[in-house]
């Protein structure tokens, strides 16, 4: 006889119990993004930590299966093909307010990460994240991370986020951005497509 065949009601509830919120029973996953070979890896280690995964490549593709059936929890890529990963989670808190939200990405900078949750994001990790890292962020469980202070930002770093704070707050206008910063708009442009420094 199991222990889920007998009551053995117990009323007590643990801090940890308290700080983390409730999971749905639901784990339904919809992972969008444009990189086949990293889709595809991250579906399978998803599924093998019990999600139920409809995997994407576009936005269009993304919406689409919001449509159908919102899930439960969510990862998505910010920067595709196709458009931007913020309009798919936007559309994801609007159909299903309480879903967990990850935006994951390559262009990782404090601005974005910003817009991302206010546009309804649950969390936000930078690229290369590994599945253990994503599933954390999901469950919003504690993963050991290395102090800050020991990995202070580069001034290239630095710089990088001032240009992207400012190019969220002119609502991703570039050439609002270029004339605020002084700066030329196809220098922008550049900085813009490039990775962000270390």
Same mark, same amino acid.
């Given at each position: 006889?199991?222990?889920?065949?007998?009551?053995?009601?117990?009323?007590? /509830?643990?801090?940890?119990?308290?700080?983390?919120?409730?999971?749905?029973?639901?784990?339904?996953?919809?992972? $969008?993004?444009?990189?086949?070979?990293?889709?595809?890896? $991250?579906? &399978?280690?998803? !599924?093998?930590? +019990?999600?139920? /995964?409809?995997?994407? !490549?576009? %936005?269009? !593709? +993304?919406?689409?299966?919001? !449509?159908?059936?919102?899930?439960?929890?969510?990862?998505?890529?910010?920067? *595709?093909?196709?458009?931007?990963?913020?309009?798919?989670?936007?559309? *994801?808190?609007?159909?299903?307010?309480? #879903?967990? +939200?990850?935006? $994951?990405?390559?262009? +990782? @900078?404090?601005?974005?990460?910003?817009?991302? /949750?206010?546009?309804? #994001?649950?969390?936000?990790?930078?690229?290369?994240?590994?599945?253990?890292?994503?599933?954390?962020?999901?469950?919003?469980?504690?993963?050991?991370?290395?102090?800050?202070?020991?990995?202070?930002?580069?001034?290239?770093? %630095?710089?990088?986020?001032?240009?992207? &704070?400012?190019?969220?707050?002119?609502?991703?206008? /570039?050439?609002?951005?270029?004339?605020?910063? @002084?700066?030329?708009?196809?220098? *922008?442009?550049?900085?813009?497509?490039? &990775? #962000?420094? &270390?």
């Amino acid at each position: 006889m199991s222990d889920l065949d007998h009551d053995t009601t117990d009323n007590s /509830v643990t801090s940890e119990e308290l700080a983390t919120p409730a999971l749905p029973d639901d784990r339904s996953l919809l992972i $969008l993004d444009d990189d086949k070979p990293f889709l595809t890896r $991250l579906t &399978r280690a998803m !599924e093998s930590r +019990g999600f139920v /995964v409809t995997p994407c !490549e576009t %936005v269009a !593709e +993304g919406l689409a299966a919001l !449509e159908s059936s919102p899930p439960a929890f969510a990862i998505i890529d910010m920067r *595709l093909a196709d458009g931007n990963g913020l309009d798919v989670i936007s559309k *994801l808190k609007a159909s299903r307010p309480e #879903a967990r +939200g990850i935006i $994951l990405t390559g262009y +990782g @900078n404090i601005a974005t990460a910003v817009t991302a /949750v206010k546009l309804g #994001a649950f969390d936000y990790l930078a690229k290369p994240a590994d599945a253990d890292e994503i599933y954390h962020a999901l469950m919003a469980t504690q993963i050991d991370k290395p102090d800050a202070q020991e990995n202070p930002m580069s001034a290239d770093r %630095v710089r990088w986020e001032h240009i992207q &704070r400012v190019f969220e707050s002119c609502d991703r206008n /570039v050439s609002e951005t270029a004339r605020r910063l @002084n700066m030329h708009r196809r220098t *922008l442009q550049r900085i813009l497509a490039k &990775r #962000a420094p &270390r």
